[in-house]
């Protein structure tokens, strides 16, 4: 008899033991700082796991628990200062794990409609931080790329339908050098050009972004359907001069887009919220609780402004779909405004956190990161072997040891994550001599402490 959709003893000892890890794990404010194993390693140290007859759950989950999670690096360490880390609250953890339970289709009202509906309450926070007008809405999407891919598939389709000589034609958008790499990866998959403004400090402002039209062929020009803003670079944390952008896209009739994917949680923070200033213009905006609104990956989100042409673009067609236009089935479906028909309710854990807390508590916690990027600052300033490469911005910090090389940065960084104290990586900067190597701190979960910041910056000296 097939048991794999029974319930038996196996089930709830299993049960029982991911449970315990789950609550051991969710208690645990500086777990292991794990680090990659290659793969042949792993592969003897676990040797095959999918076999015919299967090898069990106990052993299975035992060979997760103790080596192939340890070959896993946390985003929520308070020294994983890396990259665009996160720092999903507890609330949201145990509440995607009541998301997977549930076992909710959540891509039509018919299906989800209970589970959309929470969702759409966190959604309704997120685009009030925009201050985008009435009627403006959004969808949780798996992440930052897939959100710039819905946005820029709706853009291009609205510019089709302009003019029938847009028809066919290959589209061409435009960025600057400090946007994310998802913009090149998602204009790639849906076959459009980007041309990238050269800003020497990473900063896209209206009159750059005139010139860059303007420098245009008039081939190129007749192609070019939209401008891709950024909210918060992911290098060095810059918003660009939104408010300028935004009067060239309305003079030249294109759309804009704002990725905020890393820098959209300052929204919620009173202390940076006028550097966004602008982005209440925008066509569209991408912002990903998973990063700096402490949602457990993947939680992405687009926001439009106009959600029709957003419909008009993503709502698919099929006979066995008809079911879900018709009265009975009637709600939104947020099928229909992204590049995906299939997906999990996504924003859930976002919704029962934001419940649980309240919004207030998320502000002060995205302040404390933009704190921290501050406190670090001043630590650098008065060190005598460190210097700043340019002022925190949001919450990341830029800074240099005196005379090191790129050698010097790698080999410190897998110093200190092969000790287990931290994971911080180097960058590049382009300054008056060309790109130098650097390093970086990003800060987004509130229990890093200032005695985190000192531990790290001593390893340096």
Known sequence: MNKMHKIDIDLVEMTLDVMKYTIDRIS????????????????ELIGETVTPTGIGGEVAFKMFRDILVKATVPIDHPRHLAF??????????????????????????????????????????????????????????????????????AAREAWRKKSTGNIGVRALLLTSNGAHSSIQAMAKVMDADVVMIDCPDENLRGHALQTAIEELGEKDRKRLFAVVATGGTTNAGIIDELDSIADVCEKEDLWFHVD????????????????????????SITIDPHKWLFSPYDCGAVIYKNMELAAEAHSQKGSYLEIFKDEGAQGFNPADYQIQLTRRLRGMPLWFSLAMHGTEKYSTSIERGIELAQIAAKKIEEAEDLELVRPASLSVVLFRRKGWTAEEYRDWTYRNHKSGLALVTPTKWKGEN??????????????????DIDMILETMM
């Open 84 to 153: 665009v880390p996160a720092a999903p609250t507890r609330a949201a953890i145990m509440f995607d794990l009541v998301t997977s339970a549930s076992s909710i289709h959540g891509a039509y009202w018919m299906e989800g409609a209970g589970g959309i509906f929470c969702e759409n309450q966190a959604m309704k926070w997120l685009v009030s931080l925009t201050g985008l007008p009435e009627g403006s809405f959004g969808v949780f999407t798996s992440g930052g790329t897939a959100a710039n891919l819905s946005a820029m598939v």
């Open 28 to 43: 645990n404010v500086t777990p292991e700082l794990g680090a990659p194993k290659k793969e042949e390693e792993l592969f």
């Open 260 to 283: 905020a994917a890393y820098g959209g949680g300052a929204l919620a923070a009173p202390s940076v919220r006028h550097l966004f200033n602008g982005i209440e213009r925008a066509d």
């Open 434 to 451: 060309g790109y130098e190597t650097i390093s970086r701190f990003c800060f987004i979960n509130p229990e890093t402490t200032e005695d």
